[in-house]
């Protein structure tokens, strides 16, 4: 069966320091896509970066990186340089051959001054 | 470009009655779909439209449902509402041509029954 497990149910981290957030995933599947997302307290779920099964290189997007390691099924998200913006929920996704995406129950990030 | 937009942002009814939710994708896109989020079971899909045309469907009873009309604006109805149907309701849309695309979400609507 398809799955998401992040494991950190909440994170504290203090400003301008880097922060990994972890995610491992289970299928059965060849092709897939793995997401991440950021909720702010607003409720709307904003898109970070994207990785690709068959990518060879880790994806980056600014002070986002994804740190996909296949074999281990893992795909964390790294935020370089956190700021305290960055405080929100942030929910891993995985989206199959079928193209429907299932998400992790999230990680709520506080960013500490 | 505009964004996902969702109306209304928030909802109060009471156990029985039926609601109906609305949301209208970016410029382009073809593809609606239709989320739950609850703090116990988190997110969980509900149902894809793309072209008017109900293309994936996620585990939920029969009192959900949604259609998707010619210009992508989709909606999605709750008949019979339950105490347990309280949750917020995101819909995101995409350009719906398949392989990992990007979803665009909207900011939700907030739906509480009494």
């Known amino acids: 069966a398809q799955k998401i497990t992040q494991t950190q149910p909440g994170m504290f981290v203090q400003e301008k320091e880097a922060v990994t957030l972890d995610c491992t995933y289970d299928?059965?599947?060849?092709?897939?896509?793995l997401f991440w997302y950021k909720q702010p307290s607003s409720g709307e779920m904003i898109f970070l970066i994207y990785?690709?099964?068959?990518?060879?290189q880790n994806a980056t997007e600014g002070r986002y990186s994804l740190n996909f390691q296949k074999a281990r099924k893992s795909a964390n998200l790294v935020i370089s340089a956190s700021q305290l913006g960055d405080s929100a929920m942030y929910f891993c996704a995985m989206m199959n051959r079928d193209d429907k995406i299932i998400f992790g129950k999230g990680t709520r990030l506080h960013i500490l001054p | 470009k505009a964004g996902v937009t969702q109306t209304p942002r928030y909802l109060i009814k009471t156990r029985g009655q039926q609601v109906t939710l609305s949301c209208s994708p970016i410029?382009?896109?073809?593809?609606v779909s239709w989320y739950q989020q609850t703090p116990g079971q988190g997110l969980q899909f509900l149902f894809e439209?793309?072209?008017?045309?109900?293309?994936n469907k996620g585990n939920f009873p029969g009192r959900f449902s949604g259609r998707q009309f010619s210009n992508s604006r989709s909606e999605m109805n709750v008949s019979t509402l339950e105490l347990g149907d309280s949750a917020l309701y995101l819909c995101?849309?995409?350009?719906?041509?398949?392989?990992?695309?990007?979803?665009?979400f909207g900011s939700g609507t907030q739906l509480s029954v009494l």
């Open positions: 990785q690709g099964s068959y990518d060879e």
């Open positions: 410029s382009g896109h073809r593809s």
């Open positions: 995101a849309s995409s350009l719906g041509t398949g392989g990992n695309e990007k979803l665009f």
């Open positions: 439209y793309f072209s008017e045309t109900q293309r």
């Open positions: 299928t059965s599947d060849q092709s897939y896509g």
